[in-house]
């Protein structure tokens, strides 16, 4: 307690110590840390899913004798019969030799979307790599049911997720005091914070596990308006993918901003509950 | 005001401490655990058998998978797996136009049958425009011309304790140093039974491609393309899977995809 405690006074540049809150409740911690590992195996046998046929479209069927392509990885030749990766956005075309489309030894290539450091197994194993997605996706949608209704019943949802009318107000001002590195720690949630977490928790969350079940064939027949709702089978598979890559950015300044608050700090409160809060804003509020 | 400012030494090393987290990656360290003979693999797989008893409470048996105008057929039927099937019994028949083809059905029946061809197309026909899913991602929608699996089997008389159809097919796949195994597929009588399920000898309006599964294939619509079995030899009505193959139900089940593929 004492070495963290030190360590934190040096880090939030004040010389009195704030009041030491309760911040995240149980079902928050147990769900965050659930989503955590569940979305780290989801996203690396997602990847390796992708792979199988890594090419994204929009519509209900993948265009093969027409053009309804928006993504694709693929390892193509040149005229002088040099092979690259060739990642193709929108018909656009990028060189991607080493990442996407072609990666590995340069003397002993593998054509396929995303390279081996990003998909389980490393390997390609389609199969393995539905069994894991469909052992963790179980786990990430149960620990998003479980949290959304604890959140409903406790308030957490009202008061720290979705954005009060002065949030909105303030976001101007908070945009710009990001933008120059300067955060406030007073153990509430600003208006950046509240959108970031309200956008992934209540928009992205429900639309991967959504756009995840549209690709079932078997659920297409209990629920056929779901294909309706994101306009046919592949372009839920194209939401399901964009989702993703919202979540990796999420994740990317999620783990930038952990580290830039504190993270011996915030590492506490994610895992005990227990966050300490700056003084002076402390004092704001309780006055 | 109390703020909490990073200047550019901070701010370098902030954004350092976070890309290392970057390499937290899949490489191959999970590897070892994912073989066909892990455990580890067997307790994931586990979470397939809960999706099976989820979706069959959630999907009424009836249910129908999505049908489409037939604007919507906008290509060519998608071949994949075995698409020109060299096996010597198969080249035979296709020499003929499958004039000698023979529909046999067996097993746990009352009454075993063989239907050529002809006889099936003279059978109660059902068309439908439905989506292909395959199990790699991609979908392709095509019309469908057939015999309701239901029919056949009423006509064979099912036993009471058979519990599946096994699809015995024509064509092989090779499996590297063990050799060459036939095709085979199986599905539970829920399947079997579904009003969409058919015995497909025609697609897009003409008779069954070879690269499509000519003279029969299965249509399933409410699971993926590997469990619609193509160049179909025979029916079987067991009460289980074990002396198949290797015991999993199904050529790819064998090498480790889900029997269940309504997913």
Request: hydrophobic share 45%; charged share 20%.
């Amino acid at each position: 307690m004492t070495i963290i405690d030190d360590i934190e006074s040096r880090l939030t540049h004040h010389g009195g110590k704030g009041k030491v809150i309760y911040r995240h409740r149980i079902a928050t911690r147990v769900t965050h840390w659930t989503w955590a590992v569940a979305l780290f195996f989801l996203l690396l046998s997602g990847l390796q899913i992708f792979n199988a046929h890594p090419e994204l479209y929009i519509g209900k069927q993948s265009g093969f004798e027409f053009d309804n392509s928006v993504l694709s990885m693929r390892a193509m030749q040149t005229a002088d019969g040099k092979v690259d990766g060739y990642t193709t956005i929108f018909g656009q075309s990028y060189k991607t030799t080493g990442v996407f489309g072609m990666s590995g030894p340069a003397d002993n290539p593998s054509y396929r979307g995303f390279p081996a450091w990003a998909t389980l197994p490393s390997y390609q194993d389609l199969s393995t790599g539905r069994v894991i997605h469909f052992f963790f996706a179980w786990f990430f949608a149960a620990a998003f049911l479980i949290w959304f209704v604890a959140s409903l019943i406790s308030g957490h949802l009202r008061r720290d997720i979705l954005p009060s009318r002065a949030d909105i107000r303030g976001l101007p001002k908070s945009l710009s005091d990001h933008l120059r590195f300067r955060f406030h720690h007073d153990g509430r949630y600003n208006v950046l914070q509240k959108l970031a977490y309200a956008g992934v928790l209540l928009v992205i969350f429900p639309l991967i596990i959504l756009t995840g079940i549209t690709m079932s064939p078997g659920m297409n027949a209990a629920w056929p308006w779901l294909l309706d709702v994101f306009g046919g089978r592949q372009t839920a598979r194209t939401i399901h993918f964009v989702c993703m890559a919202l979540l990796v950015a999420f994740f990317l300044i999620h783990i930038f901003m952990v580290v830039a608050a504190g993270p011996l700090n915030e590492m506490r409160s994610i895992i005990t509950g227990w966050y300490r809060a700056d003084p002076e804003k402390e004092e704001e509020h309780t006055a | 005001m109390s703020t909490f400012r990073i200047n550019r030494r901070k701010f370098l090393t902030v954004a350092g401490a976070a890309a290392s987290t970057i390499p937290l990656s899949g490489c191959d360290a999970f590897d070892g655990f994912l073989t066909s003979q892990s455990p580890v693999r067997d307790v994931l797989a586990s979470a397939n058998s809960l999706t099976y008893r989820v979706q069959r409470m959630l999907i009424d048996a009836d249910a129908l998978a999505p049908e489409f105008s037939a604007s919507e057929v906008r290509q060519g039927q998608r071949p994949n797996g075995s698409t020109d099937p060299t096996d010597a019994d198969y080249l035979a028949l296709k020499e003929k136009q499958f004039a000698d083809y023979r529909l046999t059905v067996g097993g746990l029946v009352e009454k075993p049958l063989s239907f050529s061809l002809d006889e099936l197309r003279n059978m109660p026909a059902r068309m439908q425009i439905t989506r292909h899913d395959c199990v790699e991602g991609w979908s392709c929608i095509a019309k469908w011309t057939g015999v309701p699996l239901a029919r056949i089997l009423d006509e064979a008389r099912v036993k009471p304790e058979a519990r599946f159809v096994v699809f015995h097919c024509y064509d092989s796949m090779d499996l590297g140093l063990s050799g060459a195994v036939r095709y085979y597929e199986s599905i539970d009588l829920i399947d079997a039974r579904h009003p969409q399920t058919i015995l497909a000898y025609g697609c897009n309006d003409e008779a069954l491609r070879v690269a499509n599964g000519a003279p029969l294939r299965v249509r399933i619509e409410r699971q993926l393309g590997y469990k619609m079995a193509k160049y179909i030899k025979g029916i079987e009505l067991a009460s289980t899977l074990a002396p198949y193959g290797s015991g999993k139900g199904g050529f790819w089940e064998d090498l480790g995809y889900e029997w269940y593929a309504g997913i």
